[in-house]
C-alpha cells in the first residue's frame, strides 16, 4: 500500500465520519420539528370548544 492509497482511504473515512455527523444533526432537527408539531397540534385540539361540536350519534 502506498502513500497515495493511505491518503486517499483516510480522506474517504473522513468524509463518511463528516456525513454520518451531519446526517446525525439533521435527523436531530428533524425530531425537534417533529415534537413541535405535535405539541401544536396538542394544543389545537386542546383548544376546540366541545360544547359547540355536533353530536353525531344523537
Same mark, same amino acid.
Given at each position: 500500500?502506498?502513500?497515495?492509497s493511505?491518503?486517499?482511504?483516510?480522506?474517504? =473515512?473522513?468524509?463518511?465520519?463528516?456525513?454520518?455527523?451531519?446526517?446525525? %444533526? @439533521?435527523?436531530?432537527? $428533524? =425530531?425537534?420539528?417533529?415534537?413541535?408539531q405535535?405539541?401544536?397540534?396538542? %394544543? @389545537?385540539?386542546?383548544? $376546540?370548544?366541545?360544547?359547540?361540536?355536533?353530536?353525531?350519534?344523537?
Amino acid at each position: 500500500m502506498d502513500i497515495s492509497s493511505i491518503a486517499t482511504a483516510n480522506m474517504y =473515512l473522513s468524509n463518511i465520519s463528516l456525513m454520518t455527523g451531519v446526517n446525525m %444533526e @439533521m435527523m436531530g432537527k $428533524v =425530531l425537534e420539528a417533529e415534537e413541535m408539531q405535535e405539541q401544536a397540534l396538542t %394544543e @389545537m385540539i386542546s383548544a $376546540v370548544d366541545t360544547d359547540r361540536l355536533l353530536d353525531t350519534y344523537a
